[in-house]
């Protein structure tokens, strides 16, 4: 049972335009949630993250969107730039020890075309 | 800091064979985690840790899994015996309290 999933594999876009990649989850448990991205033979980087008590954190060209109600978050890159290509994970936790825990959703590969 | 380090980057092991991946995670954070990413089941969490006491491990697949550590600098992971289907790369990552997590580069096992 997938709690948090990205339905979307792959998503191409013009250099300057607007990225949206899209993230649904199903625990209502869930209060953190994070965007990471990842390029091939690296780990995971840390991106953006966004409490619930949010519905929208910014951070330069990134911007998370959150829909409580929904389920739903929404990473935006405005800009898009050809360096941004990569895999983007979503990531949720809970609260209390399952706090630290954090499940990934299963990527969506953004190609920025020049 | 260096960021999480993890040896070796690459391994390749015939089955039946013992596995131990190594992790040093970022000095000071409390929390160290193991995952694993396959194409099937994508990134998923394995076992993490609390000032090196383990607190959640329903993520290992099975007894073959183990995982320790001993000290607040150094963690493994070890599959023994290992089998083909344990192909996988296998990320250590670490955290301050409800901090994002930092990840190592990951180990990309073979297991032929």
């Known amino acids: 049972d997938q709690q948090v999933k990205q339905n979307s594999p792959s998503l191409s876009v013009q250099e300057g335009r607007i990225s949206i990649l899209n993230c649904d989850y199903t625990?209502?448990?869930?209060?953190?949630f994070l965007w990471y991205k990842k390029y091939p033979a690296e780990g995971p980087t840390f991106l953006i993250s966004i409490s619930s008590i949010k519905d929208k954190n910014e951070d330069g060209r990134f911007t998370v969107f959150l829909n409580k109600s929904a389920k739903h978050l929404s990473l935006h890159i405005v800009p898009s730039q050809p360096g941004d290509s990569a895999v983007y994970f979503c990531?949720?936790?809970?609260?209390?020890?399952?706090?630290?825990?954090?499940?990934f959703g299963g990527g969506t590969r953004l190609m920025v075309k020049p | 800091d260096a960021g999480v380090i993890q040896s070796p980057r690459h391994e390749v092991t015939e089955m039946g064979q013992e596995v131990t991946l190594r992790c040093k995670p970022i000095?000071?954070?409390?929390?160290l985690f193991w995952y694993r990413q396959t194409m099937m089941r994508g990134l998923e969490l394995l076992i993490y840790?609390?000032?090196?006491?383990?607190?959640?491990d329903s993520g290992m697949p099975e007894d073959r899994f183990s995982a320790k550590m001993p000290n607040a600098s150094f963690s493994t992971l070890k599959i023994q015996p290992s089998e083909p289907r344990d192909s996988a790369v296998y990320f250590c990552?670490?955290?301050?309290?409800?901090?994002?997590?930092?990840f190592g580069q990951g180990t990309r096992l073979t297991v032929v």
């Open positions: 990531a949720a936790s809970g609260y209390g020890n399952a706090g630290n825990m954090l499940t």
């Open positions: 990552a670490s955290s301050l309290y409800r901090g994002e997590a930092f």
């Open positions: 000095s000071g954070h409390d929390y």
């Open positions: 840790f609390n000032n090196n006491v383990p607190i959640d």
């Open positions: 625990n209502s448990m869930f209060d953190y």
